[in-house]
């Protein structure tokens, strides 16, 4: 079976600050992986997707960066938080196991980020 | 998908009625639909899909409708309970990544 894990679930911050989300999904191969954020009240929007090691795409221009190191690792980064980083930031993988496809994502539980 | 929203934002049903919660698209190309329930706190998770050579999928008491003259989905829930409350969003994927479009979502509150 497989599994996503996304660490911290909580996390408080200053502005200013550097940050590092963490997300590795476990029994897949070769996945697609996704960051997403969502605003209180709102729906998801896509930040970043990967379809391989080292190769991150860009969805929305932001202060944020994506980096895959390794085949189940996906990074959410950035160098100084704004306070308009503040939300809940879900990762996603889809594909990569026999009879899954491609077009369906599967969510992590999340990491609720709150900027001061 | 360019556009996936939904008509909505709060349903309130009565515990053990029938929901139906509606969603409309924009991108006529579109060919695959899915819904996700996500609870307080969580990430979404899979419902049902569709496709678009399907007009109804049905599920363990949930009922996906396409109607692509309109270009509009609605999921039906029956006999809703209390665990049935969430915010539900109805999704497709675009792309050669298949990345989603999701709507803003529609709060289903269930009436005890």
């Known amino acids: 079976s497989q599994t996503i894990h996304q660490w911290p679930a909580t996390l408080v911050q200053p502005v200013g600050s550097p940050l590092s989300l963490e997300c590795t999904v476990e029994?897949?191969?070769?996945?697609?992986l996704y960051w997403y954020r969502q605003a209180a009240g709102r729906g998801l929007q896509l930040l970043f997707y990967?379809?391989?090691?080292?190769?991150i795409s860009s969805e929305v221009p932001q202060n944020l960066s994506a980096s895959r190191p390794q085949d189940r690792q996906f990074i959410l980064s950035s160098k100084k938080l704004l306070l308009s980083d503040s939300g809940f930031y879900l990762c996603?993988?889809?594909?990569?196991?026999?009879?899954?496809?491609?077009?369906?994502?599967?969510f992590g539980p999340g990491t609720r980020l709150t900027v001061l | 998908g360019e556009s996936v929203g939904l008509h909505l934002p709060t349903l309130s049903v009565q515990e053990g009625d029938n929901s139906i919660i509606n969603c409309a698209y924009s991108?006529?190309?579109?060919?695959?639909f899915i819904w996700y329930k996500q609870e307080s706190g969580k990430g979404p998770q899979f419902i049902i899909d569709?496709?678009?050579?399907?007009d109804k999928r049905q599920g363990q008491r949930v009922t996906v409708l396409l109607n692509k003259t309109v270009k509009h989905l609605s999921l039906q829930i029956a006999a809703t309970q209390p665990g049935d409350s969430a915010v539900y969003f109805c999704?497709?994927?675009?792309?050669?990544?298949?990345?989603?479009?999701f709507g803003k979502g529609i709060t289903l509150s269930v009436r005890p």
């Open positions: 999704a497709d994927p675009y792309g050669a990544n298949s990345k989603l479009t």
């Open positions: 569709i496709r678009s050579n399907m």
């Open positions: 996603a993988w889809s594909g990569g196991v026999r009879g899954v496809s491609y077009n369906e994502q599967f």
């Open positions: 990967s379809v391989g090691i080292g190769q």
């Open positions: 029994g897949t191969s070769n996945p697609n």
């Open positions: 991108n006529s190309a579109s060919d695959y």
